[in-house]
């Protein structure tokens, strides 16, 4: 059991280590990274092939299960207060992705808490070779709400 919990804190704190250093191994060209009100935003996606395969039954378990197949992704928001640089852990979070032109799908972000750091993080399906829309809305404790968009162009990578 402490394998599995040591594998799955490793790779979340890698996630957090990308998300936070905003060079996400698939996002690094497309800017992603946003400061709104004072809140510095910060997104990663990592494709679900590099977590299957391996013993990481807590991945699996997270966010009502990993999904398997191809065209996969984790996306995690992490949320800091500009001023004083600590996580923002009091927050609502929900993304839409959608390739452009389409209706998309939205999710809640689930808070997910590794060695103190708490982000925010759900899976996606991003089947075609396109350009997608990433929605960010956040429901903040003396914030408000705050929109941003990102743009991912899959067919880069």
């Known amino acids: 059991m402490r394998i ?90 929900s993304v839409k992705i959608a390739a452009v032109g389409l209706s998309g799908v939205t999710k809640e972000m689930e808070k997910m808490k590794v060695n103190g750091s708490v982000t925010f993080g759900n899976y996606f399906v991003l089947p075609r070779n396109l350009p997608y829309r990433i929605l960010v809305t956040i429901d903040a404790e003396n914030k408000g709400r705050v929109q941003t968009v990102f743009n991912f162009d899959k067919h880069l990578r």
Do not use: C, W
Request: proline fraction near 1%.
């Open 4 to 93: 599995i919990i040591f594998k799955f804190a490793k790779y979340i704190v890698l996630m957090v280590l990308l998300v936070l250093n905003s060079e996400s191994l698939i996002a690094n060209e497309n800017n992603m990274f946003r400061n709104i009100d004072d809140i510095n935003i910060h997104i990663g996606l990592i494709s679900v092939d590099m977590i299957q395969g391996g013993d990481f039954s807590a991945e699996y378990r997270m966010h009502g299960g990993m999904p398997l197949g191809k065209n996969k992704y984790h996306l995690v928001v992490a949320l800091l207060d500009e001023e004083t640089g600590e996580h923002i852990v009091d927050a609502k979070v």
